[in-house]
């Protein structure tokens, strides 16, 4: 079936580390998705990813895509406490039906 | 604000009884979605209506049933609860066109199955 597997399940970082977060899938994707969730709260859109080797930019953010449209990263520069939240990425193979990765919760130590 | 509508935004079900978790977006959306997070877990997928008048199952759609009521609302139904299905239910929408971007979700409603 359509999974996407993201890693690492956590990650524990001192503010002004940078944080990476991997998503994989097994059969190419139509484009992925990128959302962040604070503690409590609901997700987020941030980016959306189309075109092979796409590699987008939100200040201290960016978003890969693959050139097999297999895989995705994101990473951070210099983590701020504000960024302390799960971020889930999200496949999507047909135009309606979107497939979220596990989640990577980042925290943040002042 | 504009955005996606839950209610209730919590809610406690003995097992057996019956509920439908309301779900209504002011954006003009074509499609809309119903997901479940369970603890530390991802969402899944339970059912999702890519424009009026139609919907299909998700990854997860048993014990549920879904209402595309208009173009605003869908409604997501659980007609004899378990406790399996506590979790915190998400309501998502998002729009057409020829890039749709991300999806709009709602504040969450946060059921325990007893």
């Known amino acids: 079936g359509q999974q996407v597997m993201q890693i690492p399940q956590y990650q524990h970082v001192q503010e002004g580390e940078d944080f990476t977060t991997y998503c994989n899938s097994s059969t190419t994707l139509s484009n992925i998705q990128w959302y962040k969730q604070r503690p409590g709260g609901h997700p987020v859109f941030l980016i959306q990813?189309?075109?092979?080797?796409e590699v987008k930019k939100q200040k201290r953010l960016t978003f890969q895509f693959g050139e097999a449209k297999k895989n995705s990263s994101l990473h951070i520069t210099a983590t701020q406490t504000t960024d302390v939240g799960t971020y889930f990425c999200a496949g999507l193979w047909s135009s309606y039906k979107l497939i979220f990765g596990s989640g990577t919760r980042l925290l943040v130590r002042p | 604000n504009a955005g996606v509508t839950q209610t209730p935004k919590f809610q406690v079900l003995k097992t057996g009884q019956s509920m439908t978790l309301q779900c209504a977006q002011d954006?003009?959306?074509?499609?809309m979605y119903w997901y479940r997070q369970d603890p530390g877990m991802g969402l899944r997928l339970i059912y999702y209506s890519a424009s009026e008048g139609t919907t299909d199952k998700g990854e997860v759609p048993n014990g549920y049933n879904v209402s595309r009521l208009n173009k605003r609302e869908f409604s997501l139904r659980l007609e004899s609860a378990a406790p399996s299905q506590t979790s915190v239910y998400f309501c998502?929408?998002?729009?057409?066109?020829?890039?749709?971007?991300?999806?709009?979700f709602g504040s969450g409603t946060r059921l325990t199955v007893v």
């Open positions: 998502a929408s998002r729009g057409g066109g020829q890039l749709p971007g991300g999806y709009t």
């Open positions: 990813l189309v075109k092979s080797g």
């Open positions: 954006m003009n959306h074509n499609s």
